[in-house]
C-alpha cells in the first residue's frame, strides 16, 4: 500500500474557457491533518468538488489508496470514504438530531419505509464514534454552531471515512469552540483518518496542520511539511506579496477626546462603562462572546438604549436613541455580520456604498442624482482598490474582503466624527485584511476616531494604540502603547 | 431517569404549535357551548360540521404536504374544478356513471395527475418558485377550462351514480324541531376524508418520500447532498397531488349534486391560511396531519356557529380573516425566533 492516502497529479479543470485549476498536485497522508489553504476564489471549492465527484476534472491523475481512480461521481466518492462536510454543514434545521444524523445512510441504503428504531441505533452508533453526548430529539436549528458541527462530523464518520474534508469549518465559532473542533480533529486524525481542512487563518493553521498545500489563481504554489514554512512565508505565498504587518502608530490624536461614555449602565448587558476617545485613536475593546463588547456597540449606535450613564459627544451630552441620530451626531457602525446587517447582495455595488447618503447624492425633491452616484462609488472603488471593473455589478459577485471594503466606504462617504468597526476582518482573507487595516490606519490618522470590537487578539494589537478588556459586563483592564499585547491582554481575559 | 424524561417530552409538546392549536379548539368549543346555551355539542350540529369539513379537509391535506416540502400550490382548486367538470362531462356525454360513480372518480384522478404533472414538471425542471408556477397555471387552467373546452354547469342532469354516491350516508340523526321531525345525515364522505388524513400522516411521518419532503422544506442542498433525488421528488409530489385534487373535486361534485366550472375558485385562498394556522411553516419543512385538522375544524366550527351565539353571518369573513392573521403571524414570529 502506498504511503499516500490521496494523490491527485496535473489536475486541470475550466469553465467556459476560464482556467479554475492549472496543473495542481497534492498529497494527502493517511493519520495526518492536511490544510488546503489559499484566498477567496483561487480554486479551493473547485478542487474539493473534483474529489467529492461533484465535478469531472479535464486532465490528470487521482490515485486512491494505491489504485488509480479514472471517473469520480458523489456515490463513488461516499463508497472510498470520502466525506464533506460543508461550510453550511448540509443539516436539516427542522428535523431532530438523530434525523439529520440517520438520514444519509438511510437514503444510501434505499429503505422505503422509516423505521425509528434502527434510526435511533444509527445515530447514537454515529454519536459514539467520538463520544459525543447530545439530546437526540433536539432540534438541529436549536443547536449551537459547534454542536451543529459535531453532529455532521458524526454523520460523516458513519460512512467509514478515511477522508474527511472540512470546509472553513471554524468561521463561525468562537475562540473556545474552535479549540473543542480541534480536539475532535486531533482524536480523529490519531484514528488514523485524513482530514483536510480547508482556511485561510494562519494561526489555525499553523496550530492543526501537519502538511499544507497552498493555492493561488489556480495553481498549487506550495505543498509540503507546515513545519518547514514561516508564518511570514505562509502569507507570502497566499497573496504572492510581501506583506508587512505594519502596527498602527498614531500621529494626530487631538487635546479633547471627541466621545466620552462615563457609567454607562444596562442591566444584564454591561455595567458602569467609563472610557473616553479621542480624535486620531484607534481603541480596541475586546473580551470573549459575551463579554458585552458587541452590546455597548451596539448602544453607541442607538440599536441597544441604555438605562443610565451619559454619553457626551464633542462637549454636549447625547442621548442616541437609534441609528438615524447615531448617523446625524456623525457616528458610523459597520456590524459583525455584514451579510445581513451590513449589505443588499443583490443590488450594484454603487448603490451599496452610496446608500448612507443619498441625501448628499439627490436634488432638492429627493430625486437621485444618478451619476454622482456612480462617480463617487468609483472615488471609493479607487481609493479602496475594490476588485471590480464595474461598480453597476451586483455586490454578490464580490469576495468576502471586498464585500467588507463596500460596508465601510459606504459609512466613510459620510463625513464621520467616530467610526465604528464590529469584527472587521471576520471572514476575510489575508490579503483584503491587510488593505482594511492601512485604510483605518490612514483614516484615523486624517483625525477619525475609530473604534475596532474584536477577539481576534492579533488585530486588535497591530491596529490599536489603546486597548479596554472587557469580561462579564464590566471593563476589567485598560492599557495604551507598549502595553498593548497579546500576553497582557490573554492575563486579563482569563 | 423517566421523570426528567417524561417532563421534557411534555415541555417538547408544548413547543408545538398543534398543542396550543389543540387546545384553542377545545376552549373555543367549550365558549360557543356555554354563550349558545349548549346547542353546539348537539347530535344534528356535529353531523353538519363533520359534513362541511370532509372536503375542505381533505384540501387542507394537499396543501400541508405541498408546504411541508417549502411549497406552495395555488392551482389545486383549478386542477380540482377542470376535472371533475370535464370528467362529469364525459360520463354524461357517454351515458357512464348511472349505477355507480367509479368512472367519474377514475376519468377525474387521471385528468388531475395529468394537469399536476405539468405543474412538476415545471417547477422541478426549472426550479421556479412554486407559487408564481401555480399562480400562472392556476390561471391557466381556468381558462383551458372557461375557454377552450368551454365548460357548463351540470346540475339536475347529474350521472345518478355520481348524485347517489353523494347521499351515502352513514347514520341518520333525527331531531325533533317543534313538533316536525328533522333528519340529519352523517355523510359518507367523512370516510375519504379520515382515509386521506391516515395516509397523509403515514407517507409524511413513515415513508422515505415525506421524510424527503420535510428535508426538502428544511434545507434543499443539503437534501440533495444527502442523496435525495430532489427533482423526482417534486415531480411524483404535484403529479400526486394533482391526483388527490381531482378526487377531492369529485366528493365535492357528489356532495353537491351538480358539476359548477366556476365554484372552486379562491378556495385556495381560505385553505392556504388555515394550513398554516394548523402550525405548517411558510419557509417549509414544519407541520402536521393534526394540527392541519385542528385549524380546519376551528375555521369550520367558527363559520357554522355564528348564529348559534346570535352574531350576524355577514360577520363571517371578518372573524375568518381574524382568526388565520393571527395563526400566519404566530408561524412567522416563531420563525423569526427560531432564525435568531
Redesign the interface.
Known sequence: MSEYLLEMKGICKSFAGVRALDHVNFKVRPGKVMCLAGENGCGKSTLVKIISGVYTRDEGEVIFEGQPVTKIT??EATRMGIQVI?Q?L??????TVM?NLA??S???AG????NRKRWEETAKEALSKIGYNI?L?AKM??LSVADKQLVAICRALLFNAKLIIMDEPTTALTKKEVDALFTTVRQLRDSGIAIMFISHKTEEIFEISDDVCIMRNGKNVYSGLTSELTPDQFTYYMTGRELTNDRFEPKNISREPVLKVDQLTLPGNYENVTFSLRKGEILGITGLLGSGRTELALSLFGLNNPKSGTITLNGSQVKITSPMKAQKLKIGYVPEDRLTEGLCLQQPIADNITLASLKRLSNALGILKHQDILDDAQIWKEKFSIATDDVRKFASTLSGGNQQKIVLSKWLSNDLDVLILNGPTVGVDVGAKQDIHALVHELANEGLAVIIISDDLSEVVTNCNRVIVMKEGRIVGEMDGDQVTEDNILEIIR | MSASAGSSRLKRMTKRTEFWIFLVLIVMCIFIQARSGGQLFTANTIVTILRSMCVDGMFAMICLIVMVSGGFDLSFPAVAALAYSLATTICLNNGWCQTNPIAGFVLSIIIGAVLGMLNGWIISNFKLNTMIVTLGTQTFFTGLSMGLLKMKEITSTLPAGLASFGKWALFTVKVDMNGRELSYDMTGMFIPFVIFCIVTSFVLNKTMFGRALYAIGGNETSAERAGYNVKRIKFILYTVVGAASGFVGMVRVCMARQSIPKAMIGKEMTIIPAVILGGASIFGGEGTVFGTVCAVAIITVVSNSMLLIGIDSYWQDFFNGLIILVGVTVSAVQAMRRNK
Open positions: 458523489p456515490a460543508y453550511d448540509s443539516i436539516f434545521p427542522n428535523l434525523e438520514i444519509n438511510e437514503i444510501t429503505v422505503k419505509f422509516v439530546d430529539y436549528g436549536e
